[in-house]
């Protein structure tokens, strides 16, 4: 049976209380540390993914405006245009 609470300090269930209370505080403390975390992981993917579409559409422009890349888009306009000119007769 539960002590009751007396002249000298509180009763067991009022411990136990206390005790599950800080149990419960303690693990809001641990989920708000692991979400600052993710929060801050994820702030840096977002840098790293910008920095890598930053330089994956440099490079695609650096491809499409090669010299050697006959698929540029001012070739394809000029085959395009070639192809529906009527003959010339």
């Known amino acids: ?8 300090g509180p009763s067991e269930s ?6 599950q209370y800080a149990d419960v505080l303690a693990r809001w403390g641990e989920l708000f540390v692991a979400a600052s975390a993710l929060v ?3 702030v840096k993917l977002g840098g790293v993914a910008n920095d890598a579409a930053k ?6 422009r650096q ?3 090669a010299p050697w890349n006959w698929m540029n888009p001012e070739m394809v306009g000029k085959f395009m245009e070639s192809i529906t000119r009527p003959p010339k007769a």
């Open 1 to 8: 049976m539960a002590r009751q609470q007396g002249f000298f």
């Open 14 to 19: 009022a411990l136990e209380f206390g005790a």
């Open 40 to 42: 801050a992981a994820n």
């Open 55 to 60: 330089e994956f559409d440099q490079w695609i």
């Open 63 to 65: 491809g499409a405006s």
